[in-house]
């Protein structure tokens, strides 16, 4: 069976938007993976096709009705049989490790939010498991469904070839990944690191997990006290000191 994202959403003509293109575009249109967008609001009852109502204890905005989602979701076939998310700022953050079960799996069927939120009720009945894709909020789950599938796709077999994969390692062993260089072998003034130029595989590799150490101590501290144990520096090994301390 092929992989397949079906997206619950009030803005089906939002999909397959990036999906669309480069990578994933062309997995898409090769038949690597499937995609279904199906509009929450094909499944209200009412005349007016309402899908939210104001929030029970009062407040601002609007929360999407239970039965109408609840029915959405039940349309969905074999949906008991596949993962149940839902995009929302107060869902477990997305790792590498969850998009590699996803990819893994049947795919998933994905809830975008909108309004002020959703019925815990369905959240509750329908076992959706909340996932975020960070910090900061979006007005609705649509990005990040996409950042979520994107991310995915790229794990599919087939989809990349494995050049591209294997730059995956470095951020599954929990390390950001060293910089890069191309030609010109000078840009305004600033020359390519010399150990890069000078042919010696082994000094290339020291110096580019030196740099993924150094950058991912500075700048997540919390992925760098997670590392796995085999990844850490031995004691009086040479260390250089970071350049981008100062990026918070
Ligand atoms: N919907 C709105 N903001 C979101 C976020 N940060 N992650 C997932 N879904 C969202």
Not at 92 to 121: H, K, N, W, Y
Not at 174 to 180: A, D, F, R, T, V
Request: charged letters at 25%; a negative charge; hydrophobic letters at 40%.
């Amino acid at each position: 069976m092929t992989w397949r994202a079906t997206v619950l959403t009030l803005f089906p003509e939002m999909f397959p938007g990036p999906l669309g293109v480069s990578l994933a575009g062309r997995a898409l249109a090769s038949g690597l993976w499937g995609l279904e967008a199906r509009d929450i609001r094909d499944s209200a009852t009412d005349r007016h096709r309402s899908v939210d109502d104001t929030p029970a204890g009062g407040g601002p905005g609007m929360v999407l009705r239970a039965d109408v989602l609840a029915a959405a979701i039940d349309a969905v076939d074999a949906a008991a049989d596949r993962p149940r998310l839902v995009m929302s700022p107060r869902g477990r953050p997305l790792t590498q490790s969850r998009v590699a079960e996803l990819a893994a799996g049947p795919g998933p069927l994905i809830v975008c939010g909108r309004f002020e939120g959703i019925d815990q009720r369905v959240i509750d009945a329908r076992g959706l498991e909340e996932v975020s894709i960070g910090d900061y909020v979006l007005s609705g789950g649509e990005i990040a469904a996409m950042a979520l599938i994107d991310a995915c796709v790229r794990l599919l077999p087939g989809v990349m070839g494995k050049l591209e994969s294997s730059t995956d390692e470095s951020f599954s062993a929990g390390l950001l990944e060293y910089p890069q260089y191309t030609r010109p072998q000078t840009f305004e003034g600033r020359p390519i690191p010399e150990v890069l130029l000078s042919g010696d595989h082994g000094k290339v590799a020291a110096w580019r997990l030196g740099e993924a150490e150094a950058l991912t101590e500075a700048r997540r501290p919390d992925l760098w006290a997670a590392r796995p144990a085999q990844t850490i520096r031995a004691k009086g090994e040479s260390q250089k000191t970071p350049k981008n301390k100062t990026d918070g």
